[in-house]
């Protein structure tokens, strides 16, 4: 049985939930988050927040099976931002994002490096993949500080600038994750 619940020093990860809506059109109805996203809209679209949720839903009850898991980021009792994986029936893709409110906290390293610590641990995947916009320096250094190395650039789509933005392709293995984590 996969684990849907991830507990940290100071977060909780869990699988989303519709009540979390608001939330979400809150956090990402700033335009600071949601143009380092590749698939958010921006203005922030409710019809299409319910629909992730939806999916979202779905997923967890079948989490063997899911192309995609997220979790949404808990601090305090609060939903903070999310972190997922996508292409789980392939090589996992890692992507999330942070409510700007709770920026330069150590919020998403401490979410990311305990959503890969579930990857590696849960799912038998040895490799995982993933892609920020050159401009977000953030996202680079979490990377960075997990152990991704660049293995490529390309063009990513955003939503939010309606078309492709220059990015970089990283990638960490679970040999190298666990000797530096």
């Not at 679209?45 to 079948?62: I, M, Q, V, Y």
């Not at 292409?87 to 920026?103: A, C, F, N, V």
């Amino acid at each position: 049985m996969i684990p849907s619940e991830i507990r940290t020093r100071r977060l909780v990860l869990r699988p989303p939930r519709r009540d979390d809506l608001n939330a979400c059109a809150a956090l990402l109805g700033d335009y600071e988050v949601v143009k380092m996203l590749s698939r958010v809209p921006y203005p922030y679209d409710l019809e299409g927040g319910r629909a992730f949720l939806d999916r979202a839903a779905a997923s967890w009850k079948a989490p063997e099976q899911a192309d995609e898991l997220p979790f949404h980021i808990d601090h305090d009792g609060q939903m903070i931002g999310a972190v997922s994986f996508r292409k789980l029936q392939e090589t996992p893709r890692i992507g999330y994002w942070l409510g700007q409110p709770h920026w330069g906290q150590g919020f998403m390293s401490e979410a990311v490096l305990a959503a890969l610590q579930w990857l590696f641990r849960t799912t038998g995947h040895n490799r995982v993949v993933s892609e920020a916009m050159k401009t977000n320096a953030a996202s680079l250094a979490i990377m960075k500080k997990m152990g991704f190395r660049q293995i490529g650039e390309s063009l990513c789509d955003s939503a939010a600038h309606s078309g492709p933005v220059p990015a970089l392709q990283t990638e960490l293995m679970c040999a190298d994750f666990t000797t530096g984590h």
